[in-house]
């Protein structure tokens, strides 16, 4: 299989993911006020988490995957079990969105995203074998695994939160860790100013 026809298959199933996660937003009460949303506001809050986790997902691998110019059969398989994790992130959204209080649907929510963070970099690790002879990419594999790395330890530290002190901290470690490239990038425009 060419990376090519893999990248295809990868936006195939991203396309569906998202799709499947606007479905599961509930209506707004009749008649349609703005007060009417707020009984919605957790659900439309989690799709939005859960779709920009996606979106940036999909951005980081397929700039990731310009670099690459060979896969394996170990590559495609772990590409496909972190497809088959992402496909639960419709289910789990749902999950947390109507228990947003739960450890249990905290965790899985959080468990889910760690986990795909983990087979990426496992997928940077298998690529940057099959790349030794090429510095290049594997310096744009460092960078990605750099950020893989404080992502991982980001959202291990919200599940941990959530099953001791603080039930939503899954949730709100995965939304700090959208927003932490940005605040990297102004602490860095701040101190150099």
Known sequence: ?????????????????????????????QPLTIGSF??????LLA??????????LWI?????????????NRVIWLNFISLFILTLFPYATTMVAENFNN?????????LIFL????NAYIYTELGKLHQDNPTTLQQFDVRMKTIRFDLVLKAAGILLTLTIWTPAAFFAV???MVSPTLVKWVK????K
């Open 103 to 111: 450890k249990i649907a905290q965790t899985i929510y959080g468990v």
């Open 38 to 43: 707020a009984d919605v506001n957790v659900r």
């Open 116 to 119: 795909t963070n983990a087979l």
């Open 1 to 29: 299989m060419t990376k090519e026809r893999l990248n295809a298959v990868t936006d195939g199933v991203f396309a569906v993911i998202m799709t499947l996660l606007a479905l599961d937003l509930p209506q707004p009460k």
């Open 189 to 192: 425009f701040a101190i150099r």
């Open 60 to 72: 980081y691998i397929n700039n990731g995957w310009q670099f690459v110019q060979r896969i394996n």
């Open 47 to 56: 799709y939005l988490l859960s779709f920009l986790v996606l979106v940036r």
């Open 175 to 177: 939304m700090l860790s």
